[in-house]
């Protein structure tokens, strides 16, 4: 199989069940964040020195598959037939966990913080900041999207925060103050 297909010469790409969109549709601009999303987390992943922060990316990064083809799907069709490709609140409720267990080992916050730190912390604030980029276009989809999926990636913002807190913590670099 070639990785070039031509049919996205014209500016046009397809949706799960072959609808044709303009590739500067709002929904292909959605699942693009969460691609762009993904490479972040992917950068994050090969520079964490902590294997417990590289096996959550590497969940984080399975997710982001999922949720992706979930908005490239808007008729919901693959969530009957590839269950690896949907999200469910458990695996929200996942996401809380991971926090709280984190957030148990760092110092409170006290004060805004600016991103940087390690080459990991500085990776996880910029994946942050797309996820709340991803956040916006799924809110701003015409057709509503699952709330799931918006309870999964409002979460994931929060946890990237902390995850970029925890790896600076862990490399013993410190806290800038804003």
């Given at each position: ?47 964490a020195a902590d294997a417990e922060i590289a096996g959550e990316l590497l969940q984080l990064q399975r997710d982001l598959f999922a949720l992706g083809a979930q908005l490239a799907d ?105």
């Amino acid at each position: 199989m070639k990785i070039y297909t031509k049919t996205g010469d014209a500016g046009e790409t397809s949706l799960f069940g072959g609808t044709r969109v303009s590739k500067s549709d709002p929904r292909v601009a959605a699942y693009g964040d969460v691609d762009e999303l993904n490479a972040h987390l992917g950068l994050a992943r090969v520079a964490a020195a902590d294997a417990e922060i590289a096996g959550e990316l590497l969940q984080l990064q399975r997710d982001l598959f999922a949720l992706g083809a979930q908005l490239a799907d808007p008729s919901g069709k693959i969530a009957a037939h590839v269950s690896k490709a949907v999200l469910r609140e458990t695996d929200v409720e996942r996401l809380e966990g991971v926090i709280d267990k984190l957030e148990a080992g760092l110092p409170p916050l006290r004060h805004f913080i600016l991103a940087g730190g390690s080459a990991c912390g500085a990776a996880l604030h910029v994946a942050r900041a797309v996820c709340r980029r991803a956040e916006r276009g799924m809110v701003a989809l015409e057709a509503p999207v699952d709330p799931v999926l918006l309870k999964y990636v409002n979460r994931l913002s929060d946890l990237l925060f902390v995850m970029a807190r925890t790896a600076n913590h862990r490399a013993g670099a410190e806290e800038t103050p804003w």
